[in-house]
């Protein structure tokens, strides 16, 4: 199997304060990582790409010291959403690559509610 | 134009019935993924595909490369199918995925 987790999976907290979100790869080893925000209604739209142990890539219009992404190991990468504010609410979702006959297959995880108030 | 489109955006069913949902795309591609979102937000990836055709139990994705075209077929539809149904492909020479804008499908009983 390919299994992600995600962590914590809802988290409700007040402007100005930091959230970090955790995304596990349980069973294999990510090549890659990747971070994505969901609108309600709309499509998925990455936010950064990130490798183990090398600094994020970061999407056009995406500020890189809100959203710190950390890649600590082949199994985890955090992003920290920081001095959160009510237009940071949204779904956070991770996914990460896993190496198949030769090519990358993303796997998802659950995903990230995050509201600030 | 989005350089993935999906149709139709909405789509209402009875149970039992054959379902089928279209994605184009205007870039060339190494992969197309159906991915299925529940209301709950989680998303399951359900097929990957670069040729051909592939099913897995009432569930069959095809993909046309030279008219950059593939579809999602549901057979027997269930109320438990219900969700939305996102086509994504990547791109040739990248990792990363690009991303139609979902088929909200609805099946009642």
């Known amino acids: 199997g390919a299994v992600v987790s995600q962590h914590p999976s809802r988290v409700i907290c007040k402007s100005g304060t930091s959230v970090k979100i955790e995304c596990r790869s349980l069973d294999f080893q990510a090549t890659t990582m990747f971070w994505y925000r969901q609108f309600p209604k709309k499509s998925l739209m990455l936010m950064a790409t990130s490798n183990e142990g090398s600094k994020a890539t970061y999407e056009q219009g995406v500020e890189k010291d809100k959203f710190l992404i950390n890649h600590a190991s082949l199994t985890l990468s955090t992003l920290t959403v920081t001095s959160a504010h009510p237009e940071d609410s949204s779904f956070y979702i991770c996914s990460a690559g896993k190496r198949e006959q030769g090519t990358d297959t993303q796997y998802f995880g659950p995903g990230t509610r995050l509201t600030v108030l | 134009k989005n350089e993935v489109e999906q149709s139709p955006q909405n789509l209402t069913a009875q149970e039992g019935e054959f379902i089928t949902i279209n994605c184009s795309y205007s870039?060339?591609?190494?992969?197309l993924h159906w991915l299925q979102q529940h209301p709950g937000g989680g998303i399951v990836s359900l097929f990957m595909?670069?040729?051909g055709k592939k099913k897995h139990g009432r569930l069959i994705a095809t993909i046309n490369i030279q008219e950059k075209h593939s579809s999602l077929h549901i057979t027997a539809s269930h109320p438990r199918d219900s969700a939305v149904y996102i086509c994504a492909v990547r791109s040739v020479g990248t990792d990363k995925l690009i991303f139609g804008t979902g088929t909200r499908l609805q099946v009642f009983p």
């Open positions: 870039v060339g591609i190494s992969a």
């Open positions: 595909l670069s040729s």
